[in-house]
């Protein structure tokens, strides 16, 4: 096992925000990991910009452009972290990969940069369960949670992956990719309750989470909630302000508000 669970403040209500390493800027993803840190985040994803992703829809998409035009690479990101770090930025953070820059850049390479850069976790979606004993071997050997994801399709598979999970259980809401969705399917609470049921760590929904009423109504399911495509798209809308240097703040104070229109309320505080 890792110390990803005594990293955390909290094991339920968890708000674990998404955001893209290098969009548009160092200088700004430091400053919207501080931010989302101060309103209450509990864990931070922080993706890596991939130009051929598997899970990432459309607004997640046009935030890894903007970090891949500002020379964003896997090993600039985790480097990143060990600056957030130096900024005041405490909670766990996930690196959001593929598992093509993993093997790119090399596994020993890979983790020697994780230790080095006190990133916590890491999630690679297109590297199936079933194939990845090795890498989840290596990740514990190197105190890196390796989060599992399973899907509403994943039925056979739940209590298997549930079992085995480190750091906490992503629950994919719904098929297709990441994206903000207006409604989910009503099989999702029995999905949430059969994936506690098996996880002795924290079990969270993200894909289409967007609203504080969708996250707040998913907290009485499951233990947390991930919040990507929303943030990401405020990120993108405030694009003019985080580029300049004299409107930076500015630009942090309005994704300051934005982000407190979308915590949910947590029962615990």
Known sequence: MTSFKHA????????????????????????LAKVLQDEGADILELGIPYSDPLADGPVIQEGSARALAG??????????????????VEIPVVIFTYYNPVLQLGEERF????????????????????ESHDFKKACRANDLAL?????????????????????FLYC???????GERASFS?????????????SSVPVAVGFGVSTKEQATAFL???????????????????????????TLSEGLEEFRRF???????????
């Open 71 to 88: 020379g964003m690479t896997l090993t600039k990101a985790m480097k990143l972290v060990s600056k957030m770090r130096a900024s005041g």
């Open 220 to 246: 009485e399911l499951c233990d947390g909630v991930v919040i990507g495509s929303a943030i990401v798209r405020k990120i993108g809308e405030l694009q003019s302000l985080f580029e300049n240097s004299e």
């Open 186 to 198: 009503e099989e999702i609470g029995q999905f949430l309750t059969d994936a506690k049921t098996h």
């Open 147 to 167: 989060i599992s994801l399973v899907a509403p399709t994943s039925k056979k598979r739940v209590e298997l992956v549930a079992k085995e999970a480190d750091g």
């Open 172 to 178: 994919v809401s719904s098929l297709g990719v990441t």
């Open 8 to 31: 955390l403040k909290r094991q339920n209500d968890l708000f674990i925000p998404f955001i893209t390493a290098g969009d548009p800027s160092e200088e700004a993803t430091i400053g």
């Open 111 to 130: 983790f020697a940069l994780a230790r080095e850069n006190q990133v916590d976790g890491v999630l690679v979606p297109d590297l199936p369960f079933e």
């Open 259 to 269: 982000i407190t229109s979308i915590v949910p309320v947590k029962s615990n505080v």
